[in-house]
RNA sequence: GGCCCCUUAGCCAAGCGGUAAGGCAGUGGAUUGCAAAUCCGCCAUCCCCGGUUCGAAUCCGGGAGGGGCCUCCA
């Protein structure tokens, strides 16, 4: 496979050229959600941040499976499930729908599998009990701990020493535990709670083992990617990787791929209390309950693409701050985009910008023009640690040379040659191929909800206010003109005057 | 206390040793009867102080400020 990709690596800190466990195949797992409350913001940054790796490495040609975990059991659900009055199962089913929806608003199509923790008790049991077998975890009264002291290079992800987690102090006080930093691959079942029949009684999996189990399960012993959130790191990744590769013996992920966290400055938030630095940005968190709900986000009328793009247009190793103001102005810059994608359609009136593809596009071909520049340095930019913000800033560019080419040619009022109009076409094409690798564009943006009645209705009713508009300015009365441009503009149409006509936009 | 990471214009943001992409906002112009849309122009020397180098926003050292993890968390 041939390439020039470059994928920075957790494990060792810098970016390195990627390469893969089978030739021209890639497993990627990446941590979804303990699904005890509906997502709030920051549990879509991976999701959008590794479909949108799927994408590149698929038109790279790799061929990438892809999965999501879903932890379903677990304290957080054990506690909530009762508040809502609710079983621990129906309370995972509900929210991980909420989950799904979102994803999918948000254009996040590329997820293979979505395997549930209680799903896989049997596979769990199977690695706990291998883990005893080789001495690397303990029983202990119905627990099962794995023993840190036992894993040479534990900590290696994080740069963590085992000794110095006795010194923190704040782990976990148990006296079943062996030293302070053993965690829990099996818990023992208090009355009431979820539980399984297991070797060491009826229990619950710890949190941890879960994704060891299913990725091993549907990956293989060597994930080629492993992804998730900066705050995932430890102790969740570096307890996964202590397991798999004591149990598997093999490594366990040979790219370790971790997102920035949302943050949210705590005065946009609806913090009662706020701590005394309320200006500083914070992590944007279910425990903080600072978070921002997504479904409550889309109920309001934001744009799901606005959001993908706010995502996307920051280095994915970097934290976001959200705010309303910084989401209106991502909007604003997409207006951009979506008016080009009408001027196309005026242009070549045959073709629907949101067609998909034609199959025979030839990649990299084409000649050294301004537009296949311009592709290059896209593709540069995700070969360059999936630099989706670089590569956004190259799609405005692409934007802005699209239009002058048109301005330039008068393509609108049919002026451009033959040769004209195909190259803005592979131009166009070009956009499209670009704007897919980053999941957006794929189809019209939603309309307002109106039936189809009432919007035969008011296109018929805009058209006569055109027309008597047109007839007005024709025999010089600007004043009659301009009065129902403006009484128009104050109900939020605007109306845009075009050598080919008069169009009209509701804002 | 330990371990990571960040600091670029009014705001967001790319940049990974060769003399600052892009977006939003602002502003001047082309176009327009006037607008809208579009295009063109203007708008930073990169937190501070040292050092390495012919050359540093980019490397090294120190300082200041901020974030994350060490406890559930995407």
Aim: proline share 4%; glycine share 8%; charged share 30%.
């Amino acid at each position: 496979m041939e390439h020039n990709l470059r994928v920075y690596n957790t494990l060792t800190r810098q970016k390195e050229p990627f390469k893969t466990v089978e030739p021209g195949k890639v497993g990627m797992y990446v941590c979804g959600p303990t699904v005890y409350k509906p997502s709030h913001l920051g549990h879509m940054v991976g999701p959008v941040i590794f479909d949108t790796v799927k994408r590149y490495l698929t038109y790279l040609g790799y061929e990438v499976k892809f999965v999501v975990n879903i932890t379903d059991v677990d304290d957080k659900l054990i506690i909530e499930a009762p508040r809502q009055g609710i079983s621990v199962s129906d309370l995972a089913e509900r929210v991980t729908r909420d989950y799904v929806e979102n994803l999918t608003k948000l254009n996040v199509t590329s997820i293979d599998l979505m395997p549930r923790a209680t799903h896989h008790i049997g596979d769990i049991i199977e690695i706990i009990q291998g883990l005893i077998t080789k001495g690397f975890a303990y029983p202990a009264a119905g627990d099962v701990y794995f023993d840190v002291t036992k894993d040479d290079d534990y900590g290696k992800l994080c740069n963590r020493d085992p000794e110095q987690l006795e010194a923190g102090a704040r782990i976990e006080v148990s006296e079943k535990k062996r030293s302070p930093g053993d965690f829990a691959l099996w818990k023992a079942a208090k009355p009431g709670e979820p539980a399984w029949d297991s070797p060491w009684g009826k229990g619950r999996p710890g949190w941890h083992i879960e994704c060891s189990a299913m990725s091993t399960k549907l990956l293989g012993k060597t994930l080629d990617i492993h992804g998730g959130g900066l705050d995932l790191q430890f102790p969740h990744h570096e307890n996964e990787l202590a397991q798999s590769e004591s149990y598997n013996g093999c490594t366990f992920a040979n790219f370790w791929m971790h997102n920035g966290l949302m943050r949210i400055h705590s005065q946009a938030s609806k913090i009662k209390d706020a701590k005394p630095r309320d200006d500083e940005p914070q992590k944007m968190s279910k425990s903080l309950g600072n978070e921002i709900v997504v479904h409550k986000l889309f109920e309001r009328g934001i744009q799901p693409e606005t959001l993908r793009f706010f995502l996307l247009a920051t280095h994915y190793r970097r934290p976001i701050d959200y705010s309303e103001e910084r989401l209106a102005e991502v909007g604003r810059g997409l207006d951009g985009f979506y008016r080009f994608f009408e001027r196309f359609e005026r242009i070549n009136n045959k073709r629907n910008f949101y067609q998909p593809l034609p199959a025979n596009v030839a990649r990299g071909a084409g000649r050294e023009g301004e537009f296949a520049v311009l592709r290059k340095r896209f593709l540069e930019h995700m070969d360059d640690d999936f630099n989706t913000g670089g590569a956004v800033g190259v799609l405005y560019e692409l934007l802005t040379a699209l239009n002058r080419f048109a301005d330039a040619k008068q393509l609108e009022i049919g002026k451009g040659t033959a040769d004209d109009v195909k190259a803005f076409e592979d131009g166009v094409i070009y956009l499209k191929e670009l704007s897919q690798i980053l999941g957006v564009f794929e189809k019209r943006p939603e309309e307002v909800k109106t039936d189809n009645a009432s919007q035969q209705l008011v296109g018929g009713l805009m058209q006569l206010l055109i027309d008597l508009r047109a007839e007005a300015r024709k025999a010089k009365n600007f004043a009659l003109g301009d009065q129902i441009r403006k009484r128009l503009s104050e109900l939020g149409v605007t109306l845009e005057d075009r050598a080919g006509g008069t169009n009209w936009r509701k804002d």
